[in-house]
């Protein structure tokens, strides 16, 4: 299983994220590489981070620019690093990102004067035909993960509430506690990087930080907001939570989901994903579950078989 913290950066670095593309072809596993018409190369599809994007958020749009194609994403193949002119590191992010054929065939590209073609062809033409050493060693990785099995993917995402009024000075009763206008900013913000997941479904504490924090996804989305109290910090602190029941639910839906709830809770939530996935308890699960208010963690799992662990876990940071 790997850990992954995105959103901690070297000022001195250049960020962009894309994704290793693949679809079924009569059987055969194909993956989608961009012929660059500037630079007259074969490459991944890529592209730098915009401002104020969070790097899942860039990878899903850049693909989109460069292919057409609209994909959710997978798990993380890696990242690559290499040195641009004047000896300026450039980090690049890539997962795994399934083209359905409905969005093949909603695909609108055409050669232009960023993208000549593109092709999707086997691993083993993709070996070559790539310009570049670095995009063989995230195809390695890529690879790693079909020989064991584990690219079918669905995530369930851990996310802690926005930035919230102080308990201090506060008079109502704490689950009224609303977001601050950092709150409020962070709860816009992270709507793209967690559609870029594929969410589907929004389980949140009852406690209105929870709600208003995924209440702009829920919009976006045209979904509706599941509302418990099973996952609240008051009934974490009565002892009268029922996290075990919440997370089964959703592994076994088999759904990719976002799970809102409060510090103090979300390292039971992890735990409980951990042994409903049969995964082994580790500093990994402490790491993803210590968030930062409107930081989010995704655990990967395998769709085809939930039981045989969490594959990956990302930790998203927010820059607000």
Known sequence: MTTTALGVRDDTAVYAAGAVVWRLVDDKLC???????KYRDVTLPKGKVDPGEMLAQTAVREVHEETGIRVDLGVPVGVSRYFMRPKRQKVVHYWAAEATEQAIRDSTFVPNKEIAALEWVTLKKARKILSYPVDLEILDEFERLVDDGVLHTFPIIALRHAKATPRS??????AART???RGKKQAKAIVAPLRAFGVRKIVS??????????????????RKIVQTELISQDAWESGSSDVRTIVGKRVRARKPAVICSHGPVLPDILAELALATGTMQGAYISSASALQVGAFSVA????????????????????I
């Open 31 to 37: 993956v989608l590489l961009i012929h660059r018409t």
């Open 169 to 174: 000075g506060w008079d109502m009763p704490d």
């Open 179 to 181: 977001l601050t206008e």
């Open 205 to 222: 504490s009852d406690a209105v930080r929870c709600v208003r924090t995924v209440t702009p996804l829920a919009k976006a989305l045209d």
């Open 300 to 319: 990967h799992v395998s769709a085809t078989n939930p039981g045989s662990g969490i594959i990956s876990i990302e930790t998203h940071i927010p820059k």
